[in-house]
């Protein structure tokens, strides 16, 4: 990999890291304001809609200028979003500014491997990507549930500064005050990124045009035999992974009886089986075999359904020794369960994106391409976020959710199978994967 891919993945790293420690944060100020349960799940919906309403004009924005530079101002929004939430602004509307930032990221984050590494590079890219990305969910969330934790809070809180009164006096204002520093950090790693040369034509800056411009590029991409087939995979699983986040934390706290801080460390935990299946189909999958993980979103949905009839009572007091360390059977059970399913989600989506990157840079521009991606990834997120809160609201039982969620995913992968094998069927795609950029992009 050439120098400059490590500076994305540092930046990338701590960017990811306080995204999600401040998700864990923004919860626990929720539930200190004392706001009603259905609010939870809409942090995230909040943050992803900026993806949707924005994604007409991100990726001209990204393509405008080095991704560098792109990076270094989006991670200024989101330091900005944190500070208006430690001012008072209700964390919906504070983490929609941070949303905000990371809509405007994610183009220039992921549309810059497209022009600094060939095509055979990116599964490996991707993985590498993907897996750094789930490290830093895993210790992001694994943070923010430390920093909310009583013990380390008060101690936070202990800390002060002479002359300056910072009106920080809550464990969750105490863990956003130190998550800013993250950013920042982000942010200057984002000046090391080198700049890649690649020059694009200028799009129109008419707002109405640009609309226009992003329909046609929206149509192209979903209309490719390849494209559509990955960019249902990625849109399916972005809005399930953020919905599973927010299940996960109900259903630690019915089944397992587990506080906030403790189902942060269940989401750290599915985190890691991600990390785990992104390297694994990053050294095993090739891009031109990047079809075959198809399967594997079915299996997946299976494993969901399972979950729902998990309960800690159904293990009793029954206690599994490993020399000196003793781990109750629930737990372990819990853990190696959520790292099969993160494991599923991270071996078959990571072929997928490193496909549709390859594809919508062939077919269009890395940042374009990339502001469909998210498009359609976070109109995703929203859709199903906006169930599980309708859900929540209606006080379906969180077994039932489950339930519903993992015939969504069974069904809905079967089909895209079926789009797969039809299209094979009439036309061998297959090949388009080697395919070079077209000239005029």
């Given at each position: 990999?050439?120098?400059?891919?490590?500076?994305?993945?540092?930046?990338?790293?701590?960017?990811?890291?306080?995204?999600?420690?401040?998700?864990?944060?923004?919860?626990?100020?929720?539930?200190?304001?004392?706001?009603?349960?259905?609010?939870?799940?809409?942090?995230?919906?909040?943050?992803?809609?900026?993806y949707?309403?924005?994604?007409?004009?991100?990726?001209?924005?990204?393509?405008?200028?080095?991704?560098?530079?792109?990076?270094?101002?989006?991670?200024?929004?989101?330091?900005?979003?944190?500070?208006?939430?430690?001012?008072?602004?209700?964390?919906?509307?504070?983490y929609?500014?941070?949303?905000?930032?990371?809509?405007?990221?994610?183009?220039a984050?992921?549309?810059?491997?497209?022009?600094?590494?060939?095509?055979?590079?990116?599964?490996?890219?991707?993985?590498?990507?993907?897996?750094?990305?789930?490290?830093?969910?895993?210790?992001?969330?694994?943070?923010?549930?430390?920093?909310?934790?009583?013990?380390?809070?008060?101690?936070?809180?202990?800390?002060d500064?002479?002359?300056?009164?910072?009106?920080?006096?809550?464990?969750?204002?105490?863990a956003?005050?130190?998550?800013?520093?993250f950013?920042?950090?982000?942010?200057?790693?984002?000046?090391?990124?080198?700049?890649?040369?690649?020059?694009?034509?200028?799009?129109?800056?008419?707002?109405?045009?640009?609309?226009?411009?992003?329909?046609?590029?929206?149509?192209?991409?979903?209309?490719?035999?390849?494209?559509?087939?990955?960019?249902?995979?990625?849109?399916?699983?972005?809005?399930?992974?953020?919905?599973?986040?927010?299940i996960?934390?109900?259903?630690?706290?019915?089944?397992?009886?587990?506080?906030?801080?403790?189902?942060?460390?269940?989401?750290?935990?599915?985190?890691?089986?991600?990390?785990?299946?992104?390297?694994?189909?990053?050294?095993?999958?090739?891009?031109?075999?990047?079809?075959?993980?198809?399967?594997?979103?079915?299996?997946?949905?299976f494993?969901?359904?399972?979950?729902?009839?998990?309960?800690?009572?159904?293990?009793?007091?029954w206690?599994?020794?490993?020399?000196?360390?003793?781990?109750?059977?629930?737990?372990?059970?819990?853990y190696?369960f959520?790292?099969?399913?993160?494991?599923?989600?991270?071996?078959?989506?990571?072929?997928?994106?490193?496909?549709?990157?390859?594809?919508?840079?062939?077919?269009?521009?890395?940042?374009?391409?990339?502001?469909?991606?998210?498009?359609?990834?976070?109109?995703?997120?929203?859709?199903?976020?906006?169930?599980?809160?309708?859900?929540?609201?209606?006080?379906?039982?969180?077994?039932?959710?489950?339930?519903?969620?993992?015939?969504?995913?069974?069904?809905?992968?079967?089909?895209?199978i079926?789009?797969?094998?039809?299209?094979?069927?009439?036309?061998?795609?297959?090949?388009?994967?080697?395919?070079?950029?077209?000239?005029?992009?």
């Amino acid at each position: 990999m050439k120098p400059g891919f490590y500076s994305i993945m540092a930046a990338q790293f701590f960017s990811s890291l306080a995204d999600n420690a401040l998700l864990i944060a923004a919860i626990s100020l929720l539930v200190q304001t004392q706001s009603p349960e259905w609010m939870t799940p809409l942090l995230k919906l909040f943050f992803v809609l900026s993806y949707v309403l924005l994604a007409a004009y991100v990726g001209a924005f990204a393509d405008s200028r080095p991704k560098g530079q792109v990076m270094f101002l989006t991670n200024s929004i989101k330091v900005i979003g944190c500070l208006t939430m430690l001012m008072g602004v209700h964390p919906l509307l504070a983490y929609a500014i941070v949303g905000f930032g990371a809509a405007a990221y994610s183009p220039a984050k992921y549309g810059i491997l497209t022009e600094l590494l060939p095509p055979e590079k990116l599964v490996a890219a991707n993985g590498w990507i993907e897996g750094l990305t789930v490290c830093s969910i895993i210790l992001g969330t694994v943070l923010g549930g430390i920093l909310i934790s009583p013990k380390i809070a008060q101690t936070l809180l202990l800390l002060d500064f002479p002359l300056i009164e910072t009106h920080i006096d809550t464990p969750p204002e105490a863990a956003i005050a130190l998550i800013v520093l993250f950013y920042l950090i982000a942010a200057l790693i984002n000046l090391r990124i080198p700049e890649t040369g690649v020059i694009y034509s200028v799009s129109s800056k008419n707002p109405i045009r640009l609309v226009q411009e992003f329909s046609r590029n929206f149509m192209t991409l979903w209309n490719d035999r390849l494209g559509q087939i990955s960019l249902a995979v990625t849109t399916l699983f972005w809005g399930i992974g953020a919905t599973l986040q927010f299940i996960i934390l109900k259903w630690a706290e019915d089944a397992l009886d587990m506080s906030l801080s403790q189902g942060a460390i269940l989401q750290a935990i599915v985190a890691f089986g991600v990390a785990g299946g992104a390297m694994w189909a990053a050294a095993r999958v090739p891009l031109k075999n990047s079809l075959i993980v198809l399967k594997y979103g079915v299996i997946m949905g299976f494993l969901v359904i399972i979950l729902a009839a998990f309960q800690k009572e159904q293990f009793g007091d029954w206690i599994v020794n490993f020399g000196i360390i003793k781990v109750h059977a629930y737990l372990l059970f819990t853990y190696v369960f959520l790292i099969t399913i993160g494991w599923m989600s991270g071996y078959f989506v990571v072929p997928m994106n490193a496909l549709l990157q390859h594809r919508g840079h062939v077919l269009l521009s890395a940042g374009h391409s990339i502001a469909i991606q998210n498009f359609n990834e976070n109109l995703s997120v929203l859709c199903m976020l906006g169930i599980y809160s309708l859900l929540i609201w209606f006080d379906l039982p969180v077994q039932v959710v489950i339930l519903l969620f993992g015939c969504f995913v069974i069904i809905t992968m079967a089909l895209v199978i079926y789009r797969h094998q039809k299209n094979q069927s009439q036309y061998d795609s297959l090949h388009l994967i080697g395919e070079e950029k077209q000239p005029h992009a």
